[in-house]
């Protein structure tokens, strides 16, 4: 079985696959000082909860934003799970596609791994958004080619950001306003409520259609990440909400350096 690890700067999913099927799944908030220790008493012990052996582990893949963080991960795999972890990006787990941009090696491991299952679930140019610590845009062509793409603030820091800036305003949940269908909002927590939410959706349906306009072809808009569904249900940009597309991507690599 596959242990595959997407760190991101907010959460670290652990899923387990058996083929490109993942048979659970497990969060923890992101932190660079976790020991590997640390993360072997919990993940362990919700494995063996589940019914899962340790030892059927056979490979382990690492896709991390956070280079802190990766040094205790490869810890945790070669003391409790006795394999040495993959690193996306780094050979022998190479991204396999034309990264079409100025600074290729800057291109992050999680939006690298989402354009490599996008590419191969969905046919035709692609725009990815991600929902993460920030929202990112990508373009990936017909081809697989990664042509760049945009990178906004996520809508909690944008929020965070308020809050912390404007002392009188309170902290407010993100969820679409549901108690009014107005954008005039009659007081602070209704009003906050639509310039965030709505001003966010606003925000994605304005560089969706610049993006599109700009490749000049039909582009398909897949969305993933932890806010993708919420949103998904207040607009039609999206045309496939695909929550587990990071974590696919990383099923597909871990495939092709088996196959090697």
Not at 101 to 111: F, I, N, Y
């Amino acid at each position: 079985m596959l242990l595959a690890v997407d760190v991101g700067n907010t959460n670290v999913v652990f899923a387990l696959f058996d083929g490109r099927e993942i048979k659970s799944r497990w969060r923890v908030a992101t932190d660079p000082r976790r020991t590997a220790d640390e993360y072997a008493v919990w993940l362990l012990q919700l494995m063996q909860l589940q019914g899962f052996d340790p030892k059927a582990v056979t490979q382990i893949l690492i896709a991390t934003v956070v280079p802190r963080a990766l040094h205790n991960l490869q810890v945790l795999s070669q003391k409790y799970f006795g394999r040495e972890a993959l690193i996306a990006g780094e050979p022998p787990v190479e991204w396999g596609f034309a990264a079409d941009v100025d600074q290729p090696r800057s291109l992050g491991a999680d939006r690298a791994v989402n354009a490599i299952a996008a590419h191969a679930r969905y046919p035709g140019d692609l725009i990815v958004v991600d929902f993460g610590t920030a929202t990112t845009f990508d373009v990936i062509d017909y081809m697989g080619a990664y042509k760049g793409g945009i990178i906004a603030p996520g809508i909690n820091l944008s929020l965070d950001a308020l809050v912390n800036a404007a002392a009188k305003l309170p902290r407010i949940a993100i969820e679409p306003p549901t108690r009014t269908r107005s954008v005039i909002g009659r007081n602070t927590e209704d009003q906050m409520h639509i310039g965030v939410f709505w001003g966010y959706v606003a925000l994605m349906e304005g560089l969706i259609a610049r993006l599109r306009a700009e490749i000049g072809r039909p582009a398909k808009v897949i969305a993933t990440g932890g806010l993708a569904v919420l949103f998904g249900d207040h607009t039609d940009i999206f045309d496939h909400v695909d929550a587990d597309l990071t974590l696919d991507g990383l099923a597909i690599l871990a495939e092709r350096v088996a196959a090697q």
